[in-house]
């Protein structure tokens, strides 16, 4: 009875994958974790955040399959944020596993998470966009203070893209699907099944770009067009980094393109005059007092004026150090 209702709380089966749910002390309260047996051992995809409840959660997974942290023998991360690699460090002391990361989000975790230099890093971008330095010292703030759910950081190693490996029976290759962060990967298999991270979740619609992380020029369009690329391939089943498994993967799709559509509209359409992206963001979408719902529409917006800046309908000019954006 106890492992019936442990498997209906936190740990579930979806062919030979283990589903670990995860909590998280963020807005999806929720993340995914994938295990299953390979030739090589156990392999983990994405880890959760580093937290006491976590690491129970993962003791009693392990129990309940029936295995030990030493038979697991690699672990992937679909991406560096907290919620996908915070127990990874962790995981890696008890297993001694392999830790692999996409190469850019690998050079975006030494530049912004384990340096000690993030103010400096990200201030310059963040004046062009008009926030000013009580803002910028909040958001260095913010990252600090969540940077215990990902400790003890892992070492970690290079996963290229285009990489295979062997997972539950079935042989998954590596895409690069960049916006969420610069170098998102998601696992496609022979099988049909994507483990598709953060890029398409049941329930919801994730934020687009990583800024003032990225060095994506034109997120919007890498984005877009890398979901466009996914959906002509033969998904039949889509495992997402939150929330429940689900199929009908061109609907989705559908409704992610239809919803940056009509937000850069929305921003087309509201630039009236010359304006900052903080000041433009704020009015169009509103400001929130956490600063991390700050940065995300700060974010978004800044997105979808590259985006209409590449294709020449709205020009930008700098002055004092902050980018000014005008409708032609």
């Known amino acids: 009875m106890r492992g019936e209702l442990f498997r209906k709380q936190i740990l579930y089966r979806q062919g030979d994958i283990y589903v670990l749910r995860n909590t998280m002390p963020f807005p999806l309260r929720e993340s995914n974790a994938f295990m299953a047996e390979s030739e090589q051992g156990w392999t983990v995809i994405d880890t959760g955040v580093n937290t006491p409840e976590n690491q129970q959660r993962w003791t009693l997974a392990l129990k309940e399959i029936g295995i030990s942290f030493r038979h697991i023998q690699r672990i992937y991360i679909t991406h560096y944020h907290h919620d996908h690699l915070g127990l990874a460090g962790w995981l890696q002391e008890k297993s001694e596993a392999q830790v692999f990361l996409p190469p850019p ?8 998470i384990s340096s000690d230099q993030y103010y400096p890093a990200v201030k310059d971008l963040c004046l062009q966009a008009g926030w000013n330095h009580q803002l910028i010292e909040s958001l260095a703030d913010d990252v600090k203070s969540i940077d215990v759910l990902m400790q003890p950081y892992p070492y970690l190693s290079s996963l290229p893209e285009d990489s295979q490996l062997e997972f539950g029976g079935c042989r998954y290759r590596t895409y690069l699907v960049p916006g969420h962060s610069d170098g998102h990967i998601v696992f496609i298999g022979d099988n049909g099944w994507l483990l598709g991270g953060d890029n398409l979740i049941k329930h919801t619609i994730l934020h687009l770009t990583d800024w003032p992380h990225t060095r994506l020029v034109n997120p919007l369009e890498d984005h877009l067009q890398a979901l466009q690329e996914l959906d002509s391939l033969d998904i039949k089943l889509v495992l997402p980094g939150h929330g429940m498994c689900f199929s009908h993967l061109t609907e989705k799709i559908e409704a992610v393109i239809e919803h940056h559509e009509k937000r850069k509209n929305q921003v087309l359409q509201g630039l009236k005059g010359i304006s900052s992206a903080w000041d433009l963001a704020v ?30 309908q709205i020009a930008v000019e700098q002055q004092a150090g902050i980018n000014y954006y005008k409708r032609l």
């Open 283 to 312: 009015k169009l979408f509103g400001d929130n007092p956490y600063i991390h719902i700050k940065r995300l529409v700060l974010a978004e917006t800044l997105a979808y004026l590259n985006a209409l800046a590449s294709q020449q």
């Open 105 to 112: 989000d690998l050079l975006t975790f030494n530049t912004y």
